[in-house]
């Protein structure tokens, strides 16, 4: 199972049509169908507010929403005091709230996440400016973290 961001679904959307991609999108169905892409609520909201005819399809391929349970808010919490972000403090350049949520529900799943947020070649002085890869490549948080072509290439799925 791997955690799928809002990035990612929308690069997805934007860049691989359904018309004209129909087989990655049949597949990426049987991936939500099959659990082994989810989404945490926080994260198909954002898609629902940015691309609502993908969160359609997304109900559509009967996706599974995580909601966020005490658990992960503890987890979100700990990731949080790791950036030096205190109250809602978050800094434009790095993640939010939902970020930090989305990067907390894989880390309690003990699973991967796919996200297409930007890579930082360095990382920003501030912890407070990292981006989701950067978080999830701390040593405290340490969850796997790949984009949308990644995620495809490491299937090995070939679409006809």
Known sequence: MLIVDASS???AWD?????QFPGLWCWMAEQFTDRHLVMPRVAYDEVDNKAPECAAWLKDANIELFAITNVIVREAFKIKNLLGISS???????VGENDIFIIATASVNNV?????????QRLPDISAKRKIPAVCAM?????PCMNFIEFI????????
Not at 88 to 94: A, I, N, R, T, V
Not at 139 to 143: C, K, L, S, T
Request: a negative charge; hydrophobic letters at 30%; charged letters at 30%.
């Open 112 to 120: 991967g996440l796919v996200s297409d947020e930007g890579r930082q």
């Open 9 to 11: 679904i929308i690069y």
């Open 15 to 19: 860049n691989y049509p359904i018309r």
């Open 153 to 160: 290439k490491r299937s090995d799925v070939v679409f006809g």
């Open 139 to 143: 040593d405290e948080v340490a969850v």
């Open 88 to 94: 809602d403090s978050y800094h434009s350049k790095g």
